[in-house]
Each structure stands twice: as structure tokens, then as C-alpha cells.
């Protein structure tokens, strides 16, 4: 899901540190064959690293202390270039900012080792990724759930998002998750709007073989969550309700009813990574009139960009919990920002 910002970053990161050196050699050449001198220039570099190995400690310190300073042009020239690509990318303007001024920081007008431009720059860009990613407080859903089994009570969850953003498939999902754990999970029907919504959960409860709680269609949503936290003998309570495509006052009220009514211990916003721009603006209406605890990010495997994840929690200040990336009932990847971002730009800093 990544490729697309993985290529944009280092693209960026060999442009910057190739451009420096270039610069330097005085080496003049024609914007169209740019690309094809840059690749040789790669595998030059390559060779010029294997054989630096060969050399002694003093040569090779001699060779580090060649240092370089970039210039505001050369940078605003490869930066204007990223965030063309960071913007198709889905990666909202508050982010590109954070990644232009830290880049700038450290960056322009400083003495830096010629050999280790590369690495740095990437490593800012790791870094701001990093540190947007792993601020909101992570959330242990199974873990919480466990605890308040302990107390002798139930978590209750709250599930909202738009239409067919995936919000019934990660109730589902969810549910297996808790079964493994040896929680019991109950389901809400709460989406008592769209025509075959309860049929859909009832399904997915059948399957997974746990407790479904419904009412008729068009039948109070409050109601059949008040019903669900009832329920006997439940570790869980999921409550799965209506996302129309225009998530008018209407629709904000029948949530902030069921919200006041089942008092839930989080309350989750199922969005698709595929919506883009859009899911940004959602989520944060949506936090703005209900109030939301997490988010959980799903298709990420239908989508090629990657961005939406970085501006939906830069937007909202709440943790990705997990992600979706599938049809199936395990296709759900615990968060975790490390393991992300070294998706994103590789292991090694
Ligand atoms: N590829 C993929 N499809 C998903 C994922 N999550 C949900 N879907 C599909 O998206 C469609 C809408 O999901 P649904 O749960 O009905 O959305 P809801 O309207 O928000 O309840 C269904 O066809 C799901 O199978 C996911 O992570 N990956
Ligand atoms: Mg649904």
C-alpha cells in the first residue's frame, strides 16, 4: 500500500543528495538525459562504497570530512517536485509543512559530510513520519477488554463511519478477533436504515457463531443498543450502525443518540484508506459532532497511495488501531507506527 509514497520519498532523497554532488563535480548535462546519468551516477556510487571499504581509516575519514553545504535553490527545486507527488499521494498540506520545515532545519545552510546526505535526509523524513504516526495514545482493545471482563463488566464499542466505508465487515472481524482471545462478543444491529444491513450482520454472525441483538428496520437504533448492553453473558458489546453517503444533521443526531444511550467505552471510526482527501474531512466532522477514540483504516490493501493513513491521524489527533487489508475475517493488522514507517522507508536509519 505504500509503494507509491515509499518511491516518492526516495526518489526525493537520491535527487536532493545527487544534486548536491553533481553541483560539486561541475558536471554539465541536459535536463532529458537527467534520469539515465543519475541511475549510472547510482551505480557508481555503489562501485565507489564497495572499494571505500577496501581503503584505510585515514583516507576514508579524509573522504567524510569533505563537507557541503545545500543550497536554498537546489532544495526548494526537489521539494516543490515531493510535494507534487506527497499531494497525489493523499498526504495533507499539514504534513508537508512538517516535512519541509524539519527538512529545512537541519538542513539548509549546515556543514554536512558529503557521504552522509543521503542517510540524513532520509532520516528526517523517517523520523517526522514517525513521530506523526506514534503520537496518539495506542489503544489494546483485546487487552481492555480483558480488563473490564475482570471487573465484571463489558466493552462496549461504538462503530461509526460512512456507507460502505467497511464498518459491518470490521464488526465482524473484531469479533473473531475477541473470540480467539476467549472474549464473547455480542452484535449490534444498530444499522436499522439500509435495506439488508441487519440480514449482513446477522450473516456474519451465524458464521462466527456468536449473539446477534435486532430489531425491524427503521426500528430506533438507541433502542437495539440499549438491548445488546443487556445482554447476558457477553465480554463485548459491538455496535455496528447507519453511514449514509451524506452525513447530514439527521444522521449525526441518530449517532449522538445511540452514543448518549449505550455510553460506549470507545468510540471507532471505520473509514476507507481509498477515500483520500474525503476520509479526512469525515473524520474530522466526525469527530467534531459524535467524538471519536480511534480509527480503523480499512482497504488498505485496494489502496496504492498511503497517504490517507498519515492525514487522517494528523487531522484528528486519535490513533490508527488497525488496519484492513481484506475480505476476510483476519485480514486485520494490529497498528503499529514502527513497523510502518520502516515499512515506508526501510529498517536502517
Ligand atoms: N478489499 C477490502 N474490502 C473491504 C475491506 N473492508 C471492507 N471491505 C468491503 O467493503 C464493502 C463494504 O463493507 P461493509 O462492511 O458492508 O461497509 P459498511 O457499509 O460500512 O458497513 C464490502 O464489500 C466489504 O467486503 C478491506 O479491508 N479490504
Ligand atoms: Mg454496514
Same mark, same amino acid.
Given at each position: 500500500?505504500?509503494?507509491?509514497?515509499?518511491?516518492? $520519498?526516495?526518489?526525493?532523497?537520491?535527487?536532493?543528495?545527487?544534486?548536491?554532488?553533481?553541483?560539486?563535480?561541475?558536471?554539465?548535462? *541536459?535536463?532529458?538525459?537527467?534520469?539515465? $546519468?543519475?541511475?549510472?551516477? &547510482?551505480?557508481?556510487?555503489? *562501485?565507489?562504497?564497495?572499494?571505500?571499504?577496501?581503503?584505510? !581509516?585515514?583516507?576514508?575519514?579524509?573522504?567524510?570530512?569533505?563537507?557541503?553545504?545545500?543550497?536554498?535553490?537546489?532544495?526548494?527545486?526537489?521539494? +516543490?517536485?515531493?510535494?507534487?507527488?506527497?499531494?497525489?499521494? %493523499?498526504?495533507?498540506?499539514?504534513?508537508?509543512?512538517?516535512? #519541509?520545515?524539519?527538512?529545512?532545519?537541519?538542513?539548509?545552510?549546515? @556543514?554536512?559530510?558529503?557521504?552522509?546526505?543521503?542517510?540524513?535526509?532520509?532520516?528526517?523524513?523517517?523520523?517526522?513520519? $514517525?513521530?506523526?504516526?506514534?503520537?496518539?495514545?495506542?489503544?489494546?482493545?483485546?487487552?481492555?477488554?480483558?480488563?473490564?471482563?475482570? @471487573?465484571?463488566?463489558?466493552?462496549?464499542?461504538?462503530?461509526?463511519?460512512? %456507507?460502505?466505508?467497511?464498518?459491518?465487515?470490521?464488526?465482524?472481524?473484531?469479533?473473531?478477533?475477541?473470540?480467539? @482471545?476467549?472474549?464473547?462478543?455480542?452484535?449490534?444491529?444498530?444499522?436499522?436504515?439500509?435495506?439488508?444491513?441487519?440480514?449482513?450482520?446477522?450473516?456474519?454472525? %451465524? #458464521?462466527?457463531?456468536?449473539?446477534?441483538?435486532?430489531?425491524?428496520?427503521?426500528?430506533?437504533?438507541?433502542?437495539?443498543?440499549?438491548?445488546?448492553? *443487556?445482554?447476558?453473558?457477553?465480554?463485548?458489546?459491538?455496535?455496528?450502525?447507519?453511514?449514509?453517503?451524506?452525513?447530514?444533521?439527521?444522521?449525526?443526531?441518530?449517532?449522538?443518540? &445511540?452514543?448518549?444511550?449505550? *455510553?460506549?467505552?470507545?468510540?471507532?471510526?471505520?473509514?476507507?484508506?481509498?477515500?483520500? +482527501?474525503?476520509?479526512?474531512?469525515?473524520?474530522?466532522?466526525?469527530?467534531?459532532?459524535?467524538?471519536?477514540?480511534?480509527?480503523?483504516?480499512?482497504?488498505?490493501?485496494?489502496?496504492?497511495?498511503?497517504?490517507?493513513?498519515?492525514?487522517?491521524?494528523?487531522?484528528?489527533?486519535?490513533?490508527? !488501531?488497525?488496519?484492513? %487489508?481484506?475480505?476476510?475475517? @483476519?485480514?486485520?493488522?494490529? $497498528?503499529?507506527?514502527?513497523?510502518?514507517?520502516?515499512?515506508?522507508?526501510?529498517?536502517?536509519?
Amino acid at each position: 500500500m505504500f509503494d507509491f509514497l515509499k518511491k516518492a $520519498f526516495k526518489k526525493f532523497t537520491e535527487q536532493l543528495s545527487g544534486e548536491k554532488e553533481e553541483k560539486e563535480e561541475k558536471v554539465e548535462k *541536459k535536463p532529458e538525459i537527467a534520469e539515465e $546519468f543519475k541511475k549510472e551516477k &547510482v551505480e557508481t556510487e555503489e *562501485k565507489k562504497k564497495k572499494e571505500e571499504k577496501k581503503e584505510g !581509516l585515514l583516507e576514508k575519514a579524509a573522504k567524510l570530512i569533505t563537507e557541503t553545504k545545500l543550497s536554498e535553490e537546489q532544495f526548494n527545486k526537489f521539494f +516543490s517536485v515531493l510535494e507534487i507527488e506527497l499531494i497525489q499521494n %493523499n498526504v495533507a498540506f499539514p504534513i508537508i509543512r512538517e516535512l #519541509r520545515e524539519n527538512l529545512e532545519r537541519d538542513l539548509l545552510g549546515k @556543514s554536512l559530510p558529503k557521504a552522509k546526505l543521503e542517510e540524513k535526509i532520509r532520516e528526517i523524513l523517517k523520523q517526522t513520519v $514517525f513521530d506523526i504516526l506514534s503520537k496518539p495514545k495506542q489503544v489494546d482493545l483485546v487487552d481492555l477488554a480483558k480488563k473490564k471482563k475482570e @471487573s465484571g463488566s463489558a466493552l462496549v464499542l461504538l462503530i461509526l463511519g460512512v %456507507n460502505g466505508h467497511g464498518k459491518t465487515l470490521t464488526i465482524a472481524k473484531l469479533a473473531n478477533l475477541f473470540i480467539k @482471545s476467549n472474549l464473547r462478543p455480542v452484535l449490534a444491529a444498530a444499522d436499522t436504515f439500509r435495506a439488508a444491513a441487519i440480514e449482513q450482520l446477522a450473516e456474519h454472525a %451465524n #458464521r462466527l457463531n456468536v449473539r446477534l441483538i435486532a430489531h425491524k428496520y427503521g426500528a430506533d437504533p438507541a433502542a437495539v443498543a440499549f438491548d445488546a448492553i *443487556k445482554a447476558k453473558e457477553k465480554d463485548v458489546v459491538l455496535i455496528d450502525t447507519a453511514g449514509r453517503q451524506t452525513l447530514d444533521a439527521n444522521l449525526m443526531a441518530e449517532l449522538a443518540k &445511540v452514543k448518549k444511550v449505550a *455510553k460506549p467505552d470507545l468510540t471507532i471510526l471505520v473509514g476507507e484508506a481509498i477515500a483520500g +482527501s474525503d476520509l479526512v474531512a469525515q473524520a474530522k466532522l466526525f469527530n467534531e459532532k459524535i467524538g471519536i477514540d480511534g480509527i480503523i483504516l480499512t482497504k488498505v490493501d485496494v489502496d496504492d497511495k498511503g497517504g490517507a493513513l498519515l492525514s487522517v491521524v494528523q487531522a484528528t489527533g486519535k490513533p490508527i !488501531l488497525f488496519l484492513g %487489508n481484506g475480505q476476510g475475517y @483476519s485480514d486485520l493488522i494490529p $497498528f503499529d507506527a514502527e513497523e510502518i514507517t520502516n515499512k515506508i522507508f526501510g529498517n536502517s536509519s
